[in-house]
């Protein structure tokens, strides 16, 4: 007798908005082109960035791996793959930042069992492309209900009609404080980042 092995039903951008259990979101396979993440227990579907948002991330990535050497007690792990388990919501909330930084990721247990449930970043960046709504309206009330994220540095790469802009919300008590604007040419430190300093242009 031949035994038929049920497949994982692929997502597609028709999904947007349909109810899932996490199991079966992360074990799903994915049509490439688009991001999918679990928000209230629903598919979030946003299509993949343009390129100068990967010119803006590579830049900012490179920064903050070169602090990652020299400061590891303060940051000992960047990835661009995490997810944020965000607490308390209607269901299953898992935004995945496009960098997230972690100051004790912990290295010490088995590699093969690591979960993103188990672990919490300090720092999440946000390149803004073409889903506006989700980077400056979404993700800013997510990130905030996540006690451990300190700092949210969203970036807007910029187009015809708009200037670059490098937007900080940073943590106090458990709200958000009024963010602070940056843009070309200034520089960012925080003390969040002991001894860091970001010129900001991504075009050097």
């Not at 947007?16 to 999918?36: C, D, I």
């Not at 106090?172 to 602070?180: A, F, N």
């Not at 001894?195 to 050097?204: E, H, K, Q, R, T």
């Amino acid at each position: 007798m031949i035994v038929k092995l049920a497949t994982a039903r692929e997502l597609t951008p028709a999904d947007h908005g349909r109810r899932m259990s996490f199991e079966k979101f992360a074990t799903a396979p994915w049509r490439e082109g688009f991001r999918y993440e679990l928000i209230d227990g629903r598919v979030y579907v946003s299509p993949l960035p343009n390129l100068p948002h990967d010119d803006v991330l590579e830049w900012l990535s490179e920064a903050l791996h070169a602090y990652k050497h020299g400061r590891p007690d303060v940051i000992n792990r960047i990835s661009t793959h995490g997810r944020v388990f965000v607490p308390d919501r209607p269901g299953v909330t898992c935004p995945e930042p496009d960098l997230a930084a972690y100051h004790d990721f912990p290295y010490h247990i088995p590699r093969l069992e690591r979960r993103w449930e188990d672990v919490s970043p300090v720092l999440v960046v946000e390149v803004a492309s073409d889903d506006l709504a989700k980077d400056f309206g979404r993700n800013v009330e997510l990130y905030e209900q996540v006690p451990s994220i300190r700092e949210y540095w969203l970036i807007h790469p910029g187009d015809a009609n708009t200037h670059f802009l490098f937007r900080v919300y940073r943590r106090r008590g458990q709200k958000w404080q009024k963010p602070i604007d940056l843009g070309f040419g200034e520089t960012y430190t925080t003390r969040l980042l002991p001894g860091f300093s970001l010129l900001i242009n991504p075009d050097a």
